[in-house]
């Protein structure tokens, strides 16, 4: 992980397919952003003018099958997490997503198609220094038989993910990632999102996976894989996990300086991880710069928030 500047795009790039849940046709463009910006979706196509929300875990209204971010008026985004893992994965700070329908495009079910819109765009580094969120003592939570686990970690950002599902194909998988453009380009970014054809039916009564398909969903039957392809990695389930984690915790509005443990985790646990440590205020501070490199010496602390709607001073509880 890089330290010292923040960056940005140098010029927008458009990607446009469907929404997994809704299946409806949407259009997403990524674009640069002022310094200190993050990540601001813009929905246009509404009535009226364009709404904007922060990618932050305070926007968080749902996280049942995806992470949904919304307003006061109601939900804005949905299926943020892909889009989000590339932006934090690939380096970039600051950005403007414009989206003109209530959900990300699917693409393929991973983040390889807003990687290679990052790439068109380009990345510029911009004239103030970066700051992050560093996590001073652990901090857990658990839900049922999951577990979820923010804690210090001398170095950038480390991800340590266990699953474990009753089936043949897939069983218990772990995989550890120290962050950085590189790995994540090479060994996360093409992971695709997964699920059981026997929970189909349920997800299709309740609205969800209208959208769903074989050129977008890595499918298990109760016994074997069904996509006719295969899979991209003989782990890619548990790496799609650890893409999810990746997105849902941009949401802390800054880079984190720490390492995340779950197991059998998804968005819920994520959520709920990353707005309990935002709620304890001894338990993170903001460095800025060259001095996140020294986390075992004294570092820069730059306040007890962030202003701009990016992170609050405290954080309410979970709202999932």
């Known amino acids: ?40 979706f813009v929905r246009t196509g509404l009535e009226g003018n364009d709404r904007e929300v922060q990618a932050t875990a305070e926007q968080v ?25 590339a932006l934090r994965g690939m380096g970039v700070d600051n950005a403007i997503i414009e989206i003109d329908g209530p959900e990300v495009p699917i693409m393929d079910g ?52 266990d699953i474990d599902f009753a089936h043949p194909v897939i069983g218990k998988q772990s995989y550890a990632l120290e962050l950085n453009p590189e790995r994540f380009r090479r060994e996360i970014g093409r992971a695709r999102t997964f699920g059981m054809m026997s929970d189909q039916a349920r997800l299709w009564s309740a609205g969800y996976a209208l959208g769903a398909s074989f050129e977008n969903t890595v499918v298990f039957d109760d016994e074997r894989l069904l996509n006719p392809e295969g899979l991209r ?3 890619e389930c548990v790496r799609h996990k ?5 997105g849902d915790l941009a949401l802390a509005g800054l880079p984190l300086l720490g390492a ?25 501070r903001v460095v800025e710069g060259e001095a996140a490199r020294r986390t075992t010496r004294p570092v820069v602390e730059v306040g007890s928030g962030i202003v701009g709607g990016r992170i609050a001073a405290a954080y309410g509880p979970d709202v999932s």
Not at 262 to 281: C, E, F, I, M, Q
């Open 1 to 40: 992980m890089k330290f010292s500047r923040q960056t940005t795009l140098r010029a927008q790039a458009t990607v446009a397919g469907v929404g997994v849940h809704s299946g409806s046709p949407v259009t997403l463009t990524l674009g640069p952003a002022p310094v200190d910006a993050g990540y601001i």
């Open 61 to 85: 209204i749902a996280t049942e099958f995806a992470t949904v971010l919304g307003d006061r008026d109601g939900p804005l985004v949905a299926t943020a997490e892909h889009v989000l893992a």
């Open 110 to 161: 991973s983040a390889a198609a807003f990687i290679a819109a990052i790439d068109q765009a380009g990345i510029v580094t911009q004239p103030a220094q970066r700051r992050f969120i560093q996590v001073l003592k652990p901090v857990s939570v658990a839900i049922g038989d999951s577990f979820g686990e923010l804690r210090p970690f001398a170095g950038g950002f480390r991800a340590e993910i």
């Open 233 to 235: 990695y003989a782990d």
């Open 242 to 246: 650890v893409l999810d984690v990746i």
């Open 260 to 284: 995340y443990r779950s197991v059998r985790g998804g968005h819920k646990l994520n959520h709920a991880v990353l707005t309990a440590l935002l709620g304890d205020r001894t338990a993170w």
